[in-house]
Nanobody, 121 residues
Framework: HVQLVESGGGLVQAGGSLRLTCVASGRIVSINTMGWYRQAPGAQRGLVADVTSGGITNYRDSVKGRFTISRDNAKNTVSLQMNNLKTEDTAVYYC???????????????WGQGTQVTVSS
């Protein structure tokens, strides 16, 4: 059974930084795209950033220049460095990965449990 475990959320003042990390574990054959989504109260979950297995990155416009996504394929981890945080970045952040698990004939979307990021003014 595959599991994604996030860490690194918390409370920070506007202008501050946080780093989120997600580790995938289990009987993993390979991982395609890994990424981070977020969901603020009353809003839909949306993409923050993702990165392919080849290292191609994609960011939502509002975080470009402030957030950096990276991954370590050998360790099955993906990280999100968040700098110059703004109050509107407050949300629950979820790790997502498309994982091919042993015994499965295809890759499936997997989600972490979510980690709260709160940015105060």
């Amino acid at each position: 059974h595959v599991q994604l475990v996030e860490s690194g959320g918390g409370l920070v003042q506007a202008g501050g930084s946080l780093r989120l990390t997600c580790v995938a574990s289990g009987r993993i054959v390979s991982i395609n795209t890994m990424g981070w989504y977020r969901q603020a109260p009353g809003a839909q979950r949306g993409l923050v950033a993702d990165v392919t297995s080849g290292g191609i990155t994609n960011y939502r416009d509002s975080v470009k220049g402030r957030f950096t996504i990276s991954r370590d394929n050998a360790k099955n981890t993906v990280s999100l460095q968040m700098n110059n945080l703004k109050t509107e970045d407050t949300a629950v952040y979820y790790c997502n990965a498309e994982i091919w698990e042993y015994g499965m004939g295809y890759a499936r979307d997997q989600w972490g449990q979510g980690t709260q990021v709160t940015v105060s003014s």
